[in-house]
């Protein structure tokens, strides 16, 4: 604390990533990156766009990239709006279309971040718990809101909420705006980007983070109807009139148009997914039915923090979260199939010796 | 407007950048980008980056650039804070730092983005005049406040303040925290990042935009007392764990490396400007000091408007400002050699069929 400090800033609870170690070795299970490089594509544009161009700022409008997630999505340019990495979106969606009159509405397990929104743009909260089978109760969020937010596939969970629930939803909560948060959604689930024609309330938010393997590149998008992308335009324009860098366009632009290389790399990711949820449920592990890059499980003979702590001594690191209802669950991203492997082998070694 | 924007949202005024048009053969003066691009080693150090690593999440605490502006600027890399663009960490430094019970303090012919950030959150704010011969009276500044911005050298003036005027400013104000924005202080600047040891109120904001000649790259860097800095890291891990891409990073930081291209090249511009301002007072423009990479001009024959109309026919980019005390200026960014030729070729012809 420092007397310079605004009053807001004294109060927020900032999110806390996984860690990033970069150790040679390391097995790292922790953040739901893709376990392989981007597209070929990619590089090659990223190498090309490396040019004294670089003096000049970007497009302010971004208008090429949101041309090539139309395309992508099946959208139009004007419903599309572009960001440095999905949470900077998810900031401005706070900031821009949630109301402060009433709580805000995500499920009591879900990504740690939108408290941490509702903190810093002074809204108010309210967490609606999961059902027992950790599957997200739409029907509960028919109340009072200031705006309703969920990923979908949820995280940490993994769990998919069927696009049929999703349309009830929005049947039912016209007067606030509703946000699907969709990191994961391209391995396993249907993206409700279809229905924004249908719904001015809704807003879909995706990322290249995970299935295009650009975590490191900070590219995010939002879908919805053009009077919400407007909104999120009018905050941006007051917070940052370039946020995407040249490179970030270009490299994105050709993500988007390798869909040969994204369709061959989703079934990869989920063809060993598959595989690996076998294996674990073998060795006695609980595993969520996941449509996400990662799978959560717990073991019902052994703790989960214990468990953690030897696969790291083993190097392999995965997510283990201290909090109530899932603080027995690990969180273990979809590595590639030597990782995997790995993590198969170090296992029954842990789960044998705990067991002495 | 929508009925879904939050209430902060309608009242926004957002900022409204240069135009970046792309017309080929077209003179673009009009949004203060170095007229070369950048050293060949960010180049090389971009495309070297360009790998399968960038399917992981970047450093989030940007380490390896925090050093190197560290050690660019003489500073410890605990006293620095890096963000997408000096613009976001402008933001991010209204939001943390300033406070609400007074209002933020600035000139009254500025970076026309401070009020909109006093706007994005909720913030007053007092416009101070400058003198007469648009000089900054820190003087004036000796009251009441929330917190002090100021560019130095002053956009679009060019002028600089001097350091010894800053420190005195610094001395009179212990309570809020004062902002020196330099984006343009390596073209006839001396940084007060000398001071921040000494006044723990004191923030330094810097780009890579200009003199470095990477606008397309998006970094920016703040240097301050370390509870500033933890301040900002506060309210960036409340907004986005991840704002600099790797490839920003890695690029960033070669440029940092590199002193003979930017000695070099700062030295140059210079130059270059020193010969274009004698060259318009010449023609009869009034041309205020400029320690920038522009020039603020007015012709007192000519109306400015006039003026950037017919070098726009010639296809020549000048930046116009329809605001009270500035609408007969006109702020030419400083071109390479041969544009600042092609600009006062064409001036005579515009000044001479004006005078008809």
């Known amino acids: 604390m420092s007397r310079y400090w605004s009053p807001l800033l004294k109060s927020l609870s900032p999110y806390v990533s996984g860690e990033q170690p970069r150790l040679p070795g390391l097995i790292k299970l922790n953040t739901n990156e893709l376990p392989w490089g981007p597209s070929e594509q990619v590089l090659k544009a990223l190498r090309g766009a490396a040019d004294d161009d670089l003096r000049l700022y970007p497009d302010p409008d971004s208008s090429a990239l949101r041309r090539a997630f139309a395309a992508a999505v099946g959208v139009l340019p004007g419903q599309v709006f572009v960001g440095n990495g999905s949470d900077e979106i998810l900031a401005h969606s706070f900031q821009a279309l949630m109301q402060p009159a009433a709580p805000i509405?995500?499920?009591?397990?879900?990504?740690?971040?939108?408290?941490?929104?509702?903190?810093?743009?002074?809204?108010?909260?309210?967490?609606?718990?999961?059902?027992?089978?950790?599957?997200?109760?739409?029907?509960?969020?028919?109340?009072?809101?200031?705006?309703?937010?969920?990923?979908?596939?949820?995280?940490?969970?993994?769990?998919?909420?069927?696009?049929?629930?999703?349309?009830t939803l929005l049947q039912n909560n016209r007067?606030?705006?509703?946000?699907?948060?969709?990191?994961?959604?391209?391995?396993?689930?249907?993206?409700?980007?279809?229905?924004?024609?249908?719904?001015?309330?809704?807003?879909?938010?995706?990322?290249?983070?995970?299935?295009?393997?650009?975590?490191?590149?900070?590219?995010?998008?939002?879908?919805?109807?053009?009077?919400?992308?407007?909104?999120?335009?009018?905050?941006?324009?007051?917070?940052?009139?370039?946020?995407?860098?040249?490179?970030?366009?270009?490299?994105?632009?050709?993500?988007?148009?390798?869909?040969?290389?994204?369709?061959?790399?989703?079934?990869?990711?989920?063809?060993?997914?598959?595989?690996?949820?076998?294996?674990?449920?073998?060795?006695?592990?609980?595993?969520?039915?996941?449509?996400?890059?990662?799978?959560?499980?717990?073991?019902?003979?052994?703790?989960?923090?214990?468990?953690?702590?030897?696969?790291?001594?083993r190097a392999i690191l995965v997510r283990y979260f201290d909090k109530p209802r899932i603080n027995q669950f690990l969180r273990i991203s979809v590595g590639d199939e030597d990782e995997c492997a790995q993590l198969l082998q170090a296992l029954p070694e842990i789960l044998g010796s705990d067991a002495l």
């Open 175 to 313: 007067d606030t705006v509703v946000i699907v948060d969709e990191a994961y959604i391209d391995f396993g689930g249907e993206s409700a980007a279809s229905l924004i024609a249908d719904y001015p309330n809704l807003l879909v938010i995706q990322t290249l983070s995970k299935s295009r393997a650009l975590a490191g590149l900070r590219v995010g998008a939002a879908f919805g109807d053009e009077e919400l992308i407007a909104g999120l335009e009018r905050v941006k324009n007051s917070f940052n009139s370039y946020p995407l860098d040249r490179l970030a366009e270009a490299g994105a632009v050709a993500a988007l148009e390798d869909h040969d290389w994204f369709v061959a790399s989703c079934a990869r990711l989920v063809n060993i997914r598959d595989g690996l949820l076998q294996s674990l449920q073998a060795m006695g592990f609980e595993v969520l039915p996941s449509a996400a890059n990662f799978l959560f499980v717990r073991h019902l003979q052994h703790d989960a923090r214990t468990l953690s702590e030897a696969l790291r001594e």
């Open 105 to 167: 509405l995500f499920p009591d397990i879900t990504y740690s971040f939108y408290p941490v929104y509702c903190g810093l743009y002074g809204l108010q909260q309210q967490a609606i718990p999961l059902r027992e089978d950790f599957s997200i109760a739409l029907e509960d969020y028919r109340r009072r809101n200031g705006g309703i937010i969920f990923p979908n596939p949820n995280a940490p969970t993994g769990l998919l909420t069927p696009l049929q629930h999703i349309k």
